[in-house]
């Protein structure tokens, strides 16, 4: 999971139909799979998806449940690092409105 995370991390911000397609994958793979980590970080990084797509608010909606999800099962650091990564993929959009080619590449991925 950790080299489709680390992909879908580049290709969020080059590539959306690549980019699906690993989300896709992710999805298929944790339906057999139990791992409620994984299955978090799933739902951030199609909120995530949704974020760079230009769908905002669903975006948004979606990253923020896998976020309270986290903190209530006590990850907090990862739900702390996450709710960073919120604010820059929000600020990315509006950079993106205001005719900036934000540079996605300010993006550490966490999965790593």
């Known amino acids: 999971m950790h080299v489709i995370w680390t992909s879908f991390s ?9 980019a699906q397609q690993l989300l896709s994958i992710a999805e298929k793979y ?3 799979h139990i791992d409620v980590t994984e299955k978090i970080t799933l739902m951030f990084n ?23 999800i986290y903190t209530s099962l006590g990850y907090k650091k990862k ?16 950079e993106k409105k205001q005719g900036y080619k934000p ?5 550490i991925s966490i999965y790593v």
């Open 10 to 18: 580049t290709l969020v911000f080059e590539d959306l139909s690549a």
């Open 30 to 32: 944790l339906i057999d």
């Open 46 to 68: 199609k909120g995530w998806y949704d974020i760079e797509a230009g769908q905002i608010e669903k975006g948004e909606k979606r990253v923020r449940t896998a976020i309270n």
């Open 79 to 94: 739900a702390s690092d996450l709710t960073r990564q919120l604010v820059h993929h929000i600020k990315r959009q509006e």
């Open 103 to 107: 540079d996605g590449s300010r993006v």
